[in-house]
């Protein structure tokens, strides 16, 4: 696969996730729901950050660095759910 | 910089270059496991961070405003979830997603336009970045458009904490987004007068870098401010 099809893959994926985003935040406001939602939001940002932004042949630390920003929003927002 | 922190960006090369050179390069080792550890330490060697060093501190340090003010918009909507509820009925969803697609439209057409740079045909590249900037305007004219209308409903800065959060958050990405555009036509112009190549396009990558990462933060800042009740 040639890295320009592999960005439109990306790009296909994150539009058939954002679509999925919307009709999840419609069926309910359950907590499964709310993390279905989250986990929808960190497979966007894992084809953002490894494929738009390359960091899947990047150094460990950094695609580490940037793959931990959304799992800690998304912890932070599910823990808050729980206060 | 790419050079002197070499250490924590790894070696100059692109990510479209192979690797088997440096692998036929290898001098022959006994034993499996010597092969082994000399392969695990050339994929090592090989990890690249696209782009210049600096912007990916630069990335870092905006993920981490923007996560504060992510985390402070959680929390004061689990304090507050009846408000947070009612005020979001004043957002369409729909528009949300639109905003979604027209950000990510233009980020595949920003990644394509470096590809094609790579591949020497700098003209296409120049077109890819236009029509990234035209569809980023569509998020521009949506946005805008949404703010007028909230504004004229008398949802202002000062109507509640929700509203207070919306405007901050979406107001301070929607800043990034405009100095994103302007990176990127910026960039069109530079690869319309052939500015970048193949072997010299960090800054291009940078600037296209630049505009993921606002990408990257609203993927998170939709569901939140749009979606979840």
């Known amino acids: 696969m040639t890295h320009s099809k592999m960005l439109i893959g990306c ?34 940002a894992w084809l953002i950050i490894d494929g738009f932004m390359e960091l899947r042949h990047a150094p460990r630390m950094w695609r580490g660095l940037l793959l931990g920003w959304p799992i800690a929003m998304a912890t932070g927002v599910l823990l808050s759910r729980l206060i | ?91 369409d969803s729909s528009i949300g997603l639109a905003l979604t697609l027209a950000l990510l439209s233009s980020g595949l057409l920003a990644a394509l336009a470096v590809a094609q740079v790579r591949q020497a045909r700098t003209g ?57 555009i302007f990176i990127l036509g910026w960039m069109a112009e530079r690869c319309r007068r052939r500015a970048y190549s193949a072997t010299n396009c960090s800054a291009l990558e940078s600037g296209v870098l630049y505009w993921h990462m606002v990408d990257l933060v609203w993927v998170l800042l939709f569901p939140l401010v749009y979606v979840l009740n």
């Open chain 2, 124 to 180: 296409r590249a120049a077109l890819l970045l236009l029509v990234a900037v035209l569809s980023a305007g569509v998020y521009v004219v949506l946005k805008l458009g949404e703010f007028s209308h909230l504004a004229g409903l008398g949802f202002g800065l000062e109507y509640n904490t929700f509203f207070t959060l919306y405007w901050l958050l979406t107001g301070f990405h929607f800043l990034h987004v405009l100095l994103g």
């Open chain 2, 1 to 91: 910089m790419s050079t002197s922190l070499e250490h924590l960006s790894g070696p100059a090369r692109r990510p479209d270059q192979t690797r088997s050179g440096q692998d036929r390069s290898e001098p022959a080792r006994p034993g499996p496991v010597n092969a082994n550890s000399s392969e695990k330490q050339n994929q090592s060697q090989n990890r690249r961070l696209t782009g210049d060093l600096a912007m990916w501190f630069l990335i870092l340090a905006e993920l981490s405003a923007f996560g504060i003010l992510i985390l402070v918009f959680a929390v004061m909507q689990a304090l507050n979830s009846e408000l947070f509820h009612a005020s979001r009925l004043a957002l």
């Open chain 1, 11 to 44: 790009w296909l994926g994150l539009a058939a996730l954002s679509v999925s985003t919307v009709l999840l935040g419609a069926a309910g406001t359950s907590l499964l729901l709310v993390a279905g939602v989250l986990l929808v939001a960190l497979a966007k």
